[in-house]
């Protein structure tokens, strides 16, 4: 009896550690680094619902990442954005700061996920939104 409740517990722990998380991601028909950044997701267990939009600021605007973070695709989950080549370990931190409105990978940094060319690594950062319109440094990628 003990032995099934614990194999039920372990079942019940594994079905959730496979749920997936869903992300929904905008970007223009012709964008492929967008693309590329979409495999980098998918490549670390995330379920994309890919969606073309014509008009990527007027989304951005809507959506209210501000044009100084701004960046190619445009991601949302949980209602908040996730700007550009943001790399998926870093949309697990803003998932863990429920008072941020987003996090963005400002530009298209050579060397973030979806902008891969050999070895090379531009510095960049992902910055995250505060309420006020502040930014703080959710994660630094030195150059290399
Ligand atoms: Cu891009």
């Given at each position: 009896?003990r032995l099934?409740?614990?194999?039920?517990?372990?079942?019940?722990?594994?079905?959730?550690?496979?749920?997936?998380?869903?992300?929904?991601?905008?970007r223009?028909?012709n964008?492929?680094?967008?693309?590329?950044?979409?495999?980098?997701?998918?490549?670390n267990?995330?379920?994309?619902?890919?969606?073309?939009?014509?008009?990527?600021?007027?989304l951005?605007q809507?959506l209210g990442v501000p044009?100084?973070?701004?960046?190619?695709?445009?991601?949302?989950i949980?209602?908040?954005?996730?700007e550009?080549?943001v790399?998926a370990?870093?949309i697990l931190?803003?998932?863990?700061?429920?008072?941020l409105?987003?996090?963005a990978?400002?530009?298209m940094?050579?060397?973030?996920?979806?902008?891969?060319?050999?070895?090379i690594?531009?510095?960049?950062?992902?910055?995250?939104l505060?309420?006020?319109?502040?930014e703080?440094?959710l994660?630094?990628?030195?150059?290399?």
């Amino acid at each position: 009896m003990r032995l099934f409740f614990l194999l039920g517990g372990l079942f019940a722990g594994l079905l959730h550690a496979a749920e997936p998380l869903t992300i929904d991601v905008y970007r223009d028909p012709n964008c492929g680094c967008c693309k590329a950044w979409i495999s980098h997701l998918q490549d670390n267990g995330f379920s994309v619902n890919d969606h073309l939009e014509a008009d990527m600021p007027a989304l951005k605007q809507r959506l209210g990442v501000p044009p100084r973070l701004a960046s190619c695709h445009t991601g949302v989950i949980d209602g908040r954005f996730v700007e550009g080549h943001v790399p998926a370990a870093d949309i697990l931190k803003l998932r863990q700061q429920p008072d941020l409105l987003g996090a963005a990978v400002p530009g298209m940094p050579t060397g973030s996920p979806g902008m891969e060319r050999g070895d090379i690594r531009d510095a960049y950062q992902v910055i995250g939104l505060g309420p006020n319109g502040d930014e703080q440094v959710l994660a630094d990628y030195p150059a290399n």
